[in-house]
């Protein structure tokens, strides 16, 4: 399937409808095949996380999702949240998720599902759209600069921008 060209596959991006059980279930499952490969972290979505993520994510307005399609397999997901940027005094979109499963990689469906979290992103009045990626996913960080993503810096003597997180721990609060 890897080397077949797009032309020669029905490739559809649809909008997720969190309401809608088949895009659940899907978004649910090509999360979880993300999650187990290594660079999603390797473990599997928790029981809970694949049984309340769909009506979670409904309850977020801000939230937006689409599936990459291959002959009506579900076959890549991105995940986008808005946010918003004081710079610009306008919204953003950040991208969390972008996923493509290994048996339908090389038709170019992180190239479409960018192009369509960005079209929304234009309709929505963002002023950019962002993303985080590992610094050693280089088939990911090719297919980001392919699209037009670059590094992030204001001044480059004070060097690139870096993601970085902190779990919360409610168990000592």
Known sequence: MANESPQQRRIDIV????????HGQQLVDLLDAYARDPMGGGEPLSIEV??????????????????????????????????????????????????????????????????????????????KVTLEVLSGNEVAKNAYRKFGFEGYELDPENGHALFWQKHLDYTNL
């Open 50 to 127: 694949q049984r309340t993520l769909p009506q979670r994510l409904a309850a977020v307005p801000y939230a937006h999702s689409w599936i990459a399609y291959v002959d009506d397999q579900p076959a890549g997901l991105l995940n986008a949240f808005l946010a918003f940027s004081t710079f610009k005094a306008k919204p953003l979109m950040n991208i969390h998720d972008i996923a493509v499963k290994s048996a339908f990689r090389g038709l170019q469906l992180s190239q479409q599902l960018l192009q369509a979290a960005e079209m929304e992103a234009i309709e929505l009045g963002c002023c």
């Open 15 to 22: 909008k997720v409808d969190y309401r809608n059980p088949q």
